[in-house]
C-alpha cells in the first residue's frame, strides 16, 4: 500500500513507541498506519477502553491519597466530558442510559477494589510515573536515531518481604483462575518485560511485577417489572387491559400462552448500583486477584531483540509507504475494527480527517497528563 495522505512528522509522538503502539503494529501494520502514523483516531471510545482509563484515573489518586469525595467528584467529572461526546452518537439519549450504569459499574468496581485491599502492606512508592528512553540495539549497543520508547507504569512498590516490585492493574473480562489461559500466556506478556527494562534503566531494582486484576462483572442490568401504587406487578392482556385472575385479581406472572405481557422498565442507575454492590460484596474473590509475573534474564533479552525488530520494521513500512494489512484482525472480540471503513474503501481518506474519526494532536494520548480542575 502506498497511501497519498500527506503524514506530518511533527506530530507529536511519531518518534515514540509505546507498549500499545508495538502491540498495534504487530497486530496489523496498517492499523499502526491511521493510527500511530497519522493520528486517526474513532469519536467513540469503546466502552473496555473508557472503563478501563476510569479505573486507572480513580487507582491513581487512590495510591496519592486523595480523599474518595474528591476522587468520586473527578469521576463526575470524567463523564460528564462522555456525555457531552454523546450527542454524536447514533443514538444519544440510549448513549446517555449507557454512560450512567458504566459510570456506577467502575465506582462500584473502584469502592470494592479499596474494601477488598484496605488492610494490605503493600507500600505504593510511587504512581502513574512516566520513563522516556532510548531503544538500543542489542547487537551494537547503539540507541536508534528514529524511535524512542516511552510508557507509564501504574504503580511501584515494596512487597511486604522487602522486594520491590511493578504493580500492574489490568481490568479483565476473563477468569483469573491459575491455571486460565489469562494467567498462563502472561508467561510472554512483553509490557511486562519492557517496564522492568525501564526501571532498571532508571536506576530502580524490580524484583518482579505484581500483577492487580479486576475482573469485569459477568452479571448485568436486567428489565424491572413495573409496579402499581400498590406495590403489585402490572401484567397486560393481547387487548391492553390489566390481567386478572380468576378470583379478579392483578396476576403477577404473565401467561405467554394467553399472550401476557409483564410490563418492565429500564434497570436505573440506583438499582443497579445496589444489584452489582452486593454481588462484590458476596464474592470479593471472584472480582479481585493479585499474583506475580516474574521475569528471566533470558525473557529480558528477547525481548530487547523483539523491540528492535519492531522498530526497524516500522522504520522499513515507513520509508517503503507499504503498510500491509492483516485480516485477520478486522475482528477481534466479536467487533469490527473501527478502522475498517478505511481499510476497506468505504470512505475517503484523501480530503481530511474522515466523518467518524478524529484528529490526534498526540498520538500517545495516554502519556498526556490530565490537567486538574479546581483544588482539594
Request: net charge negative; hydrophobic share 35%; proline share 6%.
Amino acid at each position: 500500500m502506498t497511501d497519498t495522505t500527506a503524514v506530518d512528522r511533527a506530530l507529536a509522538g511519531t518518534d515514540v513507541l509505546t507498549n500499545s503502539a508495538e502491540q498495534c503494529f504487530m497486530a496489523c501494520h496498517r492499523k499502526f498506519y491511521w493510527a500511530y502514523e497519522i493520528g486517526w483516531r474513532p469519536v467513540k471510545t469503546k466502552t473496555p477502553l473508557r472503563i478501563g482509563a476510569a479505573i486507572h484515573d480513580v487507582l491513581d489518586r487512590l495510591a496519592k491519597d486523595q480523599p474518595w469525595d474528591y476522587i468520586m467528584e473527578a469521576l463526575d467529572n470524567c463523564y460528564a466530558g462522555h456525555a457531552i461526546e454523546a450527542a454524536d452518537w447514533s443514538d444519544p439519549q440510549q448513549g446517555l442510559y449507557d454512560l450512567s450504569m458504566e459510570q456506577v459499574t467502575v465506582e462500584c468496581l473502584s469502592t470494592g477494589y479499596a474494601t477488598a485491599w484496605a488492610n494490605s502492606r503493600i507500600e505504593i512508592l510511587d504512581s502513574e510515573a512516566q520513563f522516556d528512553l532510548p531503544i538500543v540495539n542489542p547487537a551494537t549497543g547503539r540507541a536508534s536515531r528514529t524511535f524512542r520508547q516511552a510508557g507509564m507504569r501504574d504503580r511501584y512498590c515494596r512487597l511486604p518481604d522487602g522486594r520491590e516490585a511493578l504493580l500492574e492493574t489490568k481490568s479483565v473480562g476473563q477468569s483469573l483462575d491459575g491455571d486460565s489461559d489469562y494467567r498462563r500466556v502472561l508467561a510472554l506478556n512483553q509490557q511486562v518485560s519492557k517496564y522492568i527494562l525501564a526501571a532498571r534503566a532508571e536506576g530502580l531494582n524490580p524484583a518482579t511485577c505484581l500483577y492487580d486484576c479486576i475482573r469485569k462483572p459477568t452479571i448485568k442490568p436486567t428489565p424491572v417489572p413495573r409496579k402499581d401504587e400498590h406495590g403489585l406487578k402490572i401484567v397486560m392482556d393481547p387487548d391492553g387491559r390489566r390481567a386478572l385472575t380468576k378470583q379478579y385479581k392483578p396476576r403477577q406472572v404473565a401467561d405467554k400462552t394467553l399472550g401476557q405481557v409483564l410490563q418492565v422498565d429500564p434497570m436505573t442507575p440506583a438499582q443497579w448500583r445496589h444489584k452489582l454492590a452486593d454481588d462484590i460484596a458476596s464474592r470479593p474473590e471472584y472480582y479481585y486477584a493479585r499474583f506475580e509475573v516474574p521475569r528471566l534474564e533470558t525473557d529480558l533479552e528477547e525481548y530487547r531483540h523483539e523491540l528492535w525488530w519492531i522498530a526497524e520494521s516500522i522504520r522499513h513500512c515507513r520509508n517503503s509507504g507499504h503498510w500491509f494489512r492483516n485480516t485477520s484482525a478486522c475482528r477481534n472480540y466479536n467487533s469490527l475494527c473501527p478502522y475498517y471503513p478505511l481499510c476497506a474503501n468505504e470512505v475517503d481518506t484523501t480530503n481530511g480527517v474522515p466523518a467518524g474519526f478524529r484528529q490526534a494532536e498526540n498520538v500517545h494520548e495516554e502519556l498526556i497528563e490530565p490537567e486538574e480542575e479546581g483544588g482539594l
